[in-house]
């Protein structure tokens, strides 16, 4: 979600489709039909991408370092930023010692601001072993086995075992491998399978391509019988990744689309307060309420919700880019702010 010397032109367009899609997870409006669609794809695409883009330094040392001023940092600001900012938009007191200590222990659905962030750094630690230490196919093979291994984790234990409910663990150490899984087909695609996948990227092959994940994305796992639950899982988010590669390769981009795409870890950590603000806005009228109870214009107003954060939001980019680039894990430039 950082970004890189030289911007990959289709990488920044996936970006910005899944970004625009986490947005409008997070708004009142919008409908299952469309939470089906982009599931399956919307958060391992940003960690196939990552580890796409990744470029394995010579040390650990020199890769932690690059971590923590292009994750940490940028986790560390905006997520406790946004804990003072919630209470004056909100006009409530609330328990800042309390959200603060919630927040520093990273527990998915405790207080987690900008959870995905943290997800993604923590991850990258296990990662940079993994393919050092081994060779593709093993890692990959390796990955998947402890990405499961945390799936059954999830599933099996008892959340009521932890004195918070849940089979969270701090710092997200239920998700990691599951996250580093799609890092680590990322990494590998880039060398291995991506020019094989551009030749087959065909009209023809994006039509059945996408045609096979709408059908793996809106029957339900369940009808495949309870032991392909998991492993139907799997099958859908991979469909749904070379499903968003296959149009992110030959789609024409613009300013606007490149801008947010290179700008997502921002859009990330200050969508969500904004969105607060428009939604708490657009209560006051009834006919939002009488909109919202309709799958259809619930899912319109979603839409255009959604582009309308993305706009507004190039503005707070565009300043932390030109005079706080750090803030975003970037390093200052003459153009940090350009839209290019």
Known sequence: MMATAKRIEWVDIGKFICIMFV???????GSDALDLFYGPFMLTTFFFLSGYVHRQPATFKEHFTKKVKGLFVPWLIFSNFNIPLSAVISLRT????????WNALQIRGSGDGIWFVAALFVAFIPFYFVIKWNKPVHACVLSFVLSLISVLYKNLMNPEFLPWGSTALPWHAEYMFQA??????GYYFRAYAEEGFNRLNTTGNRVILWAVYLITAYIPAERWGDYWTIPFSYIRSILGILAIISICKVIKTNRYIRFVGANTLTYFA???KLYAVIEAVLGKF???????????????VAVVITVVMSFILI??????????PWVAGKKYTKTSGAVK
């Open 23 to 29: 947005m409008l997870t997070h708004l009142q409006s």
């Open 94 to 101: 609330t328990d800042t010692r309390s959200e603060l200590i």
């Open 180 to 185: 580093m899984l799609w890092m680590v087909l």
């Open 270 to 272: 200050l969508h969500g």
């Open 286 to 300: 009834s006919m939002y309420g009488v909109m919202l109870d309709n799958a259809v214009t619930s899912s319109i």
């Open 315 to 324: 503005i707070p980019a565009t300043i932390i880019n030109r005079w706080f």
